[in-house]
């Protein structure tokens, strides 16, 4: 069965670096997410991208984050540089196309910001 | 603006009794609802969703989930607990009207089915 895959499954990164966050979302899919949750806390939504571009993106998704998705095949979340408070676990997802469709989830990179 | 209400932090049943899970939700219109399960270090896993059709919905490892026009709930449930359903269980819903939203998440529920 098709699987939306990340890496790293674990990064661990010193204040005020950049880090790259990759998403392989399942090959068909047209929509695609990012999501964190802060450990102990709810899901939230970051930001979703559809047709190369962003659709959507909450207040969390400030100036510090950017997305790509520069090869037609991995969906990458950039943090330009982080902060203590962005330590949580990433999710990356991907639909087949919007709405009705469930959202398929990667297993997750927890960032570990000191 | 859509949210999701999970009224209980935690749910403990004796493996074999029927369990709850609750969800209420506040939307637009007809929503799409969505249940997610987490088990410990793993990802979000879709069990099931509501768009249209039968209010009950049948899903993923027995579970089931009835929505709820009158009451704004999609409660989770299944009639035999077990062990393996230990899980963190989160509740989502989208606004159909609302072009390309994302997922709103309740809280979550902590499920804990005791052998």
């Known amino acids: 069965e098709p699987e939306v895959t990340q890496t790293p499954s674990h990064q661990v990164t010193q204040m005020g670096q950049e880090v790259i966050l990759r998403c392989v979302p399942i090959?068909?899919?047209?929509?695609f997410y990012w999501y964190r949750q802060i450990l102990g806390q709810k899901v939230e939504f970051l930001v979703s991208?559809?047709?190369?571009?962003?659709?959507?993106k909450s207040e969390i998704f400030d100036d510090q984050f950017s997305v790509e998705r520069p090869d037609g095949s991995n969906f990458t979340l950039k943090i330009r540089s982080t902060k203590l408070e962005d330590s949580a676990m990433y999710f990356c997802?991907?639909?087949?196309?919007?709405?009705?469709?469930?959202?398929?989830f990667g297993p997750g990179t927890r960032l570990t910001v000191t | 603006a859509q949210s999701v209400a999970q009224p209980e932090d935690q749910v403990n049943v004796a493996e074999g009794n029927p369990l709850t899970v609750k969800c209420t939700y506040s939307?637009?219109?007809?929503?799409?609802l969505f249940w997610y399960v987490q088990y410990p270090n793993r990802g979000l896993q879709f069990l099931l969703k509501y768009i249209t059709g039968d209010n009950l919905v049948k899903g993923s490892y027995g579970f089931e989930a009835e929505f709820n026009k009158s009451q704004t709930s999609f409660h989770l449930k299944k009639p035999s607990a077990l062990v393996s359903d230990s899980a963190l269980y989160f509740c989502?819903?989208?606004?159909?009207?609302?072009?390309?939203?994302?997922?709103?998440f309740g809280k979550g529920t902590r499920l804990s089915v005791i052998a």
């Open positions: 939307v637009s219109g007809n929503p799409y």
């Open positions: 997802a991907s639909s087949e196309k919007d709405r009705a469709y469930e959202q398929y």
């Open positions: 989502a819903v989208r606004d159909p009207n609302s072009g390309n939203t994302p997922l709103v």
């Open positions: 991208f559809y047709n190369n571009e962003i659709s959507e």
């Open positions: 090959s068909n899919h047209l929509y």
